[in-house]
């Protein structure tokens, strides 16, 4: 009897998760292996550590139909999916540098179990070389167990789902195949075929690698475009708001939209792989990176200028969410203002509909209220995310406070 798995997915986060639950889903026999014993038990129960609109919903049908159970170590499959974070670390010169390790443990993790003509597929966002890395991390696991193992096949499937819509991306979105040989590349397209709905593309892994870069690199650039025109319109008194809608009414022109920086876990993160890969060539790429790092500081300078001459000024910090309508504050530029402006001194209201306690930045610094609360006792009201539930607030309630629109939901309106 064949006891191995159809698919073993390492990590168990915001990629691996939903991924191994869709696969459970379609029928394959799926082992989710996270090393935290934590969020092992709590799939097992059927439960979720994290928040995605209906992943809750989609792991308990995973782990009632019995195809989805989690574990702490991997067992045999004759698929590896490794969706471990793959963060950067900064250097004392400031410069960033890839922080691999969650992938090689992972990768050297599954020596012990791996089979003759079994598919390692990386689907982390990494640097470009990372999937031949993998192989040469196993190999080196597999000789110092004294294993020969014939016909591994290896490839980098990167994803691309949008937090807040991740359930219908994962089936509706375009895929990469990049095998480091044409079989792996076949292979994996076969695989995701079975939950993927749109084109699967097969390349090299090298290419797949720098291809999920580049997506977040070109985002970046554009989101530092809009960043920018919005310290220049600020110098020359003119709304970008406005200015933006304009130029857009040209066919060939999409002007992103300017906020108080860019947050989450991918857009800040990947353009520094491609700059740390070629210091020299990234120019324009490592630019909008700073300028985009530089946001928050700006909108930190409104806020001390337009509360000159208040005394006890306080602050209404409306979101600490990195994007609207989520509650994720990983490496949220609002986050970052909101901690900023309270060790600066001022008191800050805290208001973010989707959190029920204040992040740990925040503890001890700043009170979390509701929306009404922080509209009536704060002097000045700087609106950090675009939540549907700030869109809805009376133009009214405004009138007569200091209000910093860094968003354009208010001042466009
Ligand atoms: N932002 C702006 N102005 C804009 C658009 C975004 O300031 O016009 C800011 C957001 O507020 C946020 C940040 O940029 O702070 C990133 O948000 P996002 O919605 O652009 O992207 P993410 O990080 O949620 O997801 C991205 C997506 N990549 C692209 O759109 C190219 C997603 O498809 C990827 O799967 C994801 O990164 C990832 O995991 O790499």
């Not at 969706?83 to 410069?95: E, I, L, M, N, R």
């Not at 982390?124 to 000789?143: C, F, N, Q, R, Y």
């Not at 895929?175 to 792996?184: Q, V």
Request: with cysteine.
């Amino acid at each position: 009897m064949n006891k191995s798995h159809d698919v073993a997915v390492l990590g168990l986060g915001y990629i691996g998760l939903p991924t191994a639950s869709i696969f459970a889903t379609k029928g394959k026999r799926v082992l989710g292996v996270d090393v935290v014993p934590a969020v092992v038990e709590t799939i097992n129960q059927g439960s979720i550590h994290i928040h995605e609109p209906d992943l809750d919903v989609l792991v308990r049908a995973a782990v009632q139909s019995g195809n989805l159970r989690a574990a702490i170590k991997p067992e045999p499959a004759e698929v590896f999916i490794v969706a471990v974070p793959t963060p950067f670390q900064v250097k004392a010169d400031g410069s960033r540098v890839p922080d691999l390790s969650f992938v090689e443990s992972a990768a050297r993790s599954i020596a012990t179990v791996v089979q003759p003509g079994n598919l390692v597929i990386l689907e982390s966002t990494s640097p470009v070389g990372t999937t031949e890395k993998i192989k040469a991390w196993l190999e080196d696991e597999l000789a110092k167990l004294g294993r020969k193992v014939d016909g591994l096949l290896y490839a980098h499937c990167p994803e691309r789902i949008l937090p807040g819509q991740m359930l219908k991306e994962l089936v509706s979105n375009d895929r990469i195949a990049g095998g480091l040989t044409p079989e792996a590349s076949r292979k994996a397209k076969e695989l995701y075929r079975c939950f993927c709905s749109a084109d699967i593309v097969e390349t090299d892994a090298r290419t797949a690698e720098m291809a999920k870069l580049t997506e977040n690199a070109f985002r970046d650039v554009n989101i530092a475009f809009a960043n920018e025109l919005s310290l220049v319109c600020d110098k020359l008194g003119i709304k970008v708001w406005e200015l933006i809608k304009l130029a857009n009414r040209h066919p060939r022109v999409k002007i992103l939209q300017p906020g108080p920086g860019v947050g989450g876990h991918c857009i800040a993160v990947d353009p520094w792989f491609i700059v740390d890969s070629a210091p020299k060539e990234a120019r324009l790429m490592r630019t909008a990176r700073e300028v985009n790092d530089g946001k928050p500081d700006w909108v930190i300078g409104k806020v001390r200028a337009a509360s000159a001459g208040l005394k006890d000024p306080s602050v209404a910090c409306l979101g600490l969410a990195f994007k609207a309508n989520i509650d994720d504050l990983r490496e949220s530029p609002s986050l970052e203002i909101a901690t900023h402006l309270a060790d600066e001194g001022f008191k800050v209201w805290a208001v973010e509909p989707h959190v029920c306690e204040l992040p740990k930045a925040l503890q001890g610094k700043a009170e979390l209220v509701g929306l009404e609360e922080a509209l009536v006792k704060a002097d000045i009201l700087l609106l950090l995310v675009d939540h549907d539930a700030f869109k809805r607030i009376p133009p009214s309630t405004l009138m007569g406070k200091i209000t910093i629109d860094t968003r354009g939901i208010w001042n466009s309106q």
